[in-house]
Nanobody, 125 residues
């Protein structure tokens, strides 16, 4: 079992920045790929970013490439999502997730993994 707890969401003006954190616990996290997903109001959940715990294999959705950066601190069992130059269309509930490395990093989805509870990010224009 893996537990994921997100934090760091909030309200920010367009052009601003936020950093989301995801604290993981439970099974050996290095076995998993880690990812961030988001669900905008009235839309389906979508992929944002993913990486291996080793730090390689990082990938991003085209909509956030160049603005968002995913990183991790192994000692703290935490992954981060640094979000810069935020836009109103980035408004969503952001979820941290863990799944098999191939599923998360290559397929960019969650099939039998774990989800955090989500954190709200609101970007005002």
């Amino acid at each position: 079992q893996v537990q994921l707890i997100e934090s760091g969401g909030g309200l920010v003006q367009a052009g601003g920045s936020l950093r989301l954190s995801c604290l993981g616990s439970g099974r050996t996290l290095s076995r998993y790929g880690m990812g961030w997903f988001r669900q905008p109001p009235g839309k389906e959940r979508e992929f944002v970013a993913a990486m291996r715990w080793t730090g390689d294999g990082t990938s991003y959705a085209d909509s956030v490439k160049g603005r968002f950066t995913m990183s991790r601190d192994n000692a703290k069992s935490t992954v981060y999502l640094q979000m810069d130059n935020l836009k109103p269309e980035d408004t969503a509930v952001y979820y941290c997730a863990a799944d098999l490395i191939h599923t998360m990093v290559v397929l960019k989805k969650v099939t039998s993994g774990y989800w955090g509870q989500g954190t709200q990010v609101t970007v005002s224009s």
